[in-house]
């Protein structure tokens, strides 16, 4: 069974909606970690070949983090960037969401380490774990709170150290040459709507999982499911702290679920295909993202792909792509943007932007 939440229509079921106060992306940042690791990188310490990982997923290189470099240490960089371009200092927010599944720890949430290292306390920090959808999810939860007016300035943070955590043999060449470290964040501000077809906002988002498929993408261990303790060494021969996959069923339901997604986005909101003028789709795979625009019938010139030199970089990934399509002047004020996701869980959503 689907379990479906689609925001803005509860909104609409109710009347008016709660307040005409909308989500206006006012700072955008990424980091990347300086290391890159190319395919052939790769083959010298797996059996793999730039010629496989090229033809089956686009990939070319990702980066890696060196040393004790951890997820908050990436998303406090993005942030600060994020806030920059914003104009703020860290002290102007009210909330923190920070979507990852490569936490710094497994508790507490790294959404406090990083707002311990923007020299902030007191405001919420929340952590957000929905894998590659996590921040179109972080997204929707920090609009809700800008909707009913209980925020005002919200920063959302998307951040994976996945190097760290990969089976670099052979055993796990099948994810290992997927994934890629990264951080990416965006500044939400509270603005007052007067024209939804011009003003630059965050229309709407829709949410939706399916925890049937939980087993298709996931990392089983550590774990407090097994015996008594949540690692011991049995867990740790057998691998259960690295990612598994069934690759096939994650391809076949990503391609499914987010043109879904993007057409019950534009249904919701009045627009067509051809009304978006550019796509930022999550980066798992270049022929899933084919795919799914060839399924929605968009032009590939209006799809922003960012997975040749970053690879999945997971939570990370859309606010990446947002930051390189800016800076590549493919997004500019007035656009409208339509953010897709699919991942572990299987979690996916969309969200639609007035940039
Ligand atoms: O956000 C969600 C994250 N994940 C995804 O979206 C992944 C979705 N799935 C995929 O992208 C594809 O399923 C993969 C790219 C992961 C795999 O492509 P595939 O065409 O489904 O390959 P396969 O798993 O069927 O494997 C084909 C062959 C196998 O060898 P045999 O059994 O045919 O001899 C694999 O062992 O390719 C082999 N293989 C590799 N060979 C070289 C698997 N990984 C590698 C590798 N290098 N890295």
């Not at 997927?178 to 077809?197: I, S």
């Not at 261990?221 to 690759?247: H, W």
């Amino acid at each position: 069974m689907v379990a479906c939440v689609t925001i803005g229509q509860l909104v609409l079921k109710e009347g008016a909606p709660v307040t005409s106060l909308r989500s206006r992306v006012i700072g955008l940042g990424s980091f990347l970690p300086p290391r890159v690791v190319t395919n052939d990188d790769l083959a010298q310490i797996m059996d793999t070949s730039d010629e496989w990982i090229v033809q089956r997923t686009g990939i070319k290189e990702r980066r890696w983090v060196e040393g004790v470099t951890s997820t908050s240490d990436l998303a406090v960089e993005a942030s600060r960037r994020a806030l920059d371009s914003a104009g703020l200092t860290p002290e102007d927010l009210d909330m923190i969401f920070l979507a990852t599944i490569s936490p710094d720890h497994f508790f507490p949430g790294s959404g406090v380490f990083l707002q311990t290292k923007l020299g902030l306390a007191g405001i919420p920090a929340i952590d957000v774990r929905q894998q590659c959808t996590g921040f179109i999810y972080a997204l929707s939860m920090a609009d809700q709170y800008i909707r009913t007016g209980s925020a005002r300035k919200i920063l959302v943070v998307g951040a994976e150290v996945h190097s760290k955590g990969l089976d670099k043999s052979t055993n796990g060449r099948d994810i290992t040459v997927l994934f890629g470290d990264g951080a990416g964040a965006v500044v939400l501000e509270a603005m007052e709507v007067n024209n939804p077809q011009l003003d630059s906002h965050l229309l709407s988002t829709h949410l939706y999982t399916d925890g049937a498929h939980a087993e298709d993408l996931w990392v089983p261990a550590v774990s407090t499911a097994y015996d008594e303790q949540i690692v011991d060494q049995r867990m740790l021969d057998r691998g259960d702290q690295y990612p598994k996959m069934n690759g096939r069923q994650v391809f076949v339901h990503a391609v499914k679920r987010m043109p879904e997604a993007v057409e019950i986005a534009l249904e919701h909101n009045g627009y067509q295909i051809d009304d978006v003028d550019l796509f930022v789709f999550h980066q798992a795979n270049l022929r899933i993202n084919e795919a799914v625009a060839h399924r929605l019938g968009a032009p590939e010139e209006k799809v922003f792909n960012t997975i040749e030199k970053y690879a999945n970089t997971t939570a990370a990934t859309i606010p990446i792509g947002l930051d390189e399509a800016v800076k590549a002047g493919r997004l500019q004020p007035g656009m409208l943007v339509a953010l897709a996701a699919f991942g572990g869980g299987f979690t996916w959503g969309s969200a639609l932007l007035r940039w």
